[in-house]
T-cell receptor, first 109, second 117 residues
Framework: QKEVEQNSGPLSVPEGAIASLNCTYS??????FFWYRQYSGKSPELIMS????GDKEDGRFTAQLNKASQYVSLLIRDSQPSDSATYLC?????????FGRGTSLIVHP | ETGVTQSPTHLIKTRGQQVTLRCSSQ?????VSWYQQALGQGPQFIFQ???????GRGNFPPRFSGLQFPNYSSELNVNALELDDSALYLC????????????????FGPGTRLTVL
């Protein structure tokens, strides 16, 4: 299994701010990462995929992958209360995925 | 495009009983993975099915078993239910290739909430 580390939070940011969620990993062979958002009592929803070093932007979301430093991050610009959820960072590939508890994000008005 | 569906939504069983949960994969997907998510925890991988064959398994006992059908829908069966089996059971579909386990982009169904009394 591939392991990742995420701060469980909660991370609290004001509405309109940038939320920065981070994830570190130990397996240098990890080539891809996926960010899932999970609202309380609901199932995870895939929001971003990143397969190569650098940044990938999709609307208010930017995923960053730095293979040299072995970290992945998700930036949420102009955070909204509806972004309040748990965010899960998961490595892809052919190994059994490890979903940690994720990082709880709270966006307060 | 049809998303991932699961049935039933909720289920209550007693210890020692058996349960079958069902999942229909997203149109065009050939791989189904099952997860167990206890309250306050992340999803734990149970197993994956690719083209009707088990294609990877997590740390779950043999009383957790599954099937995948030619239309890629899937069942999760749990025998001899224990109280700790109470959880949200999630099914995720994806597009796999070449028979190797594929844990890339996964699309989850709404889940089945199982309560064991």
């Amino acid at each position: 299994q591939k392991e990742v580390e995420q701060n469980s939070g909660p991370l609290s940011v004001p509405e309109g701010a940038i939320a920065s969620l981070n994830c570190t990993y130990s397996d240098r062979g990890s080539q891809s990462f996926f960010w899932y958002r999970q609202y309380s009592g609901k199932s995870p929803e895939l929001i971003m995929s990143i397969y190569s070093n650098g940044d990938k932007e999709d609307g208010r979301f930017t995923a960053q992958l730095n293979k040299a430093s072995q970290y992945v991050s998700l930036l949420i610009r102009d955070s909204q209360p509806s972004d309040s959820a748990t965010y899960l960072c998961v490595p892809g590939g052919s190994y059994i995925p490890t979903f940690g508890r994720g990082t709880s994000l709270i966006v307060h008005p | 495009e049809t998303g991932v569906t699961q049935s039933p939504t909720h289920l209550i069983k007693t210890r020692g009983q058996q349960v079958t949960l069902r999942c229909s994969s997203q149109s065009g997907h050939n791989t189904v993975s099952w997860y167990q998510q206890a309250l306050g925890q992340g999803p734990q991988f149970i197993f994956q099915y690719y083209r009707e064959e088990e294609n990877g398994r997590g740390n779950f006992p043999p009383r957790f078993s599954g099937l995948q059908f030619p239309n890629y829908s899937s069942e999760l069966n749990v025998n001899a239910l224990e109280l700790d089996d109470s959880a949200l059971y999630l099914c995720a579909s994806s597009l796999g290739t070449s028979g190797y386990p594929s844990y890339n982009e996964q699309f989850f169904g709404p889940g089945t909430r199982l309560t064991v009394l």
